[in-house]
């Protein structure tokens, strides 16, 4: 089993549409998590941390369940300037620390 | 701020050659992590730095590939010879510390013919 997993989509919604993802992680120890966005041709942005009892930013809200080990990302009336590739990233704890990224999903809001 | 510097940000090099990628992580950063990135195999993480100090290279593919991070502003990543399954582009992060959010440099585009 991969470390962390997505869907890779891409899921193809209409503006204006609510589209939620989700990742799971395999590492139970696994302490810090993150979503990232990357656009085509483009490095990955990180789009918010995931914090314990979740957190908004606007449209996009992120919440983590430590119990299924897993996050999500909820976007919430989508934007044409939404369509990209969304990362989740995991820090797994072990001997030093490092992220592990998912495959990614892809995005495409269509007119 | 600048953020995380690469360079060249393409490399178009024959089979067998020796590349050499150049990174500026983000001033006051502790951390530098090289990721490669290729559309069957997604991003991986070859190798981590903590205050220059090389962490984890479990994620280096082979002998053929080095890091190096002779001072807190400056890492290379060198692959030596250079071989067509290396196509693929390389990013450079840094954080704070390890574990912290991570920012990406531009990438470089790797090309081996």
């Known amino acids: 089993r991969k470390e962390v997993e997505q869907d890779p989509g891409p899921f193809n919604v209409p503006e204006g549409a609510t589209v939620a993802f989700n990742c799971t992680y395999s590492n139970s120890a696994s302490q810090s998590f993150f979503w990232y966005r990357q656009d085509c041709r483009k490095e990955p942005k990180l789009l918010m941390s995931?914090?314990?009892s979740g957190n908004e930013d606007g449209r996009f809200t992120a919440q983590l369940n430590r119990a299924s080990q897993y996050i999500s990302l909820l976007i919430r009336d989508s934007k044409l300037s939404d369509s990209a590739t969304y990362l989740c990233a995991v820090n797994v704890l072990n001997y030093g620390q490092n992220f592990v990224f998912g495959p990614g999903t892809r995005l495409s809001v269509l007119p | 701020d600048a953020g995380v510097i690469q360079s060249p940000r393409h490399e178009v090099t024959e089979m067998g050659q020796e590349v050499t990628l150049r990174c500026k992580p983000i001033s006051g950063h502790n951390s530098l992590f090289w990721y490669r990135q290729t559309m069957m195999r997604g991003l991986e993480l070859l190798i981590y730095f903590n205050n220059n100090v090389p962490i984890d290279d479990s994620g280096m593919p082979e002998d053929r590939f080095s890091a190096k991070m002779p001072n807190a502003s400056f890492s290379t990543l060198k692959i030596q010879p250079s071989e067509p399954r290396d196509s693929a582009v390389y990013f450079c992060?840094?954080?704070?510390?390890?574990?912290?959010?991570?920012?990406f440099g531009p990438g470089t585009r790797l090309l081996v013919l």
């Open positions: 992060a840094s954080s704070l510390y390890a574990g912290e959010t991570q920012y």
């Open positions: 995931v914090y314990s």
